[in-house]
């Protein structure tokens, strides 16, 4: 799953760079759609996997300008870039807290240690 938001997140970034590129570059009065039609392919996706990302980005209209687009592409892009560093974030916290768990088992076992296996059978050299 977070391989797709990293594809997502990488397409978006592309999209904002590129719609960035129209504004300063003699580009064909087509590009500027691609670069819509990228944002809002992608937009769709992302509401897919996160319904609640659909009330906040709304999808541009035909005649949004480049400049749109890019506002757009690089606002949607640092939400999933938010989205996967909490991820990471709980990912590392779950690891920690299991290492913690497991550390802490190992120490209790050796400053409190089961009285059974502490025993030795005292036999003085002599058979039972």
Do not use: K
């Amino acid at each position: 799953m977070d391989r797709e938001w990293m594809r997502l997140l990488q397409v978006l970034q592309e999209v904002a760079y590129d719609a960035g590129y129209l504004l300063i570059a003699e580009a064909p009065p087509d590009a500027a759609g691609f670069c819509l039609g990228q944002y809002n392919q992608v937009r769709a996706r992302i509401v897919r996997l996160e319904p609640a990302v659909a009330a906040v980005f709304l999808p541009l209209p035909a005649d949004a300008s480049a400049v749109s687009v890019r506002i757009a592409a690089r606002a949607l892009a640092a939400h999933v870039q938010q989205r996967l560093r909490d991820a990471r974030r709980a990912q590392v916290r779950t690891s920690l807290s299991n290492g913690l768990t497991w550390l802490n088992e190992q120490i209790g076992s050796l400053f409190n240690p089961n009285p059974m296996e502490m025993r030795r059978p005292h036999n003085d050299g002599y058979p039972q």
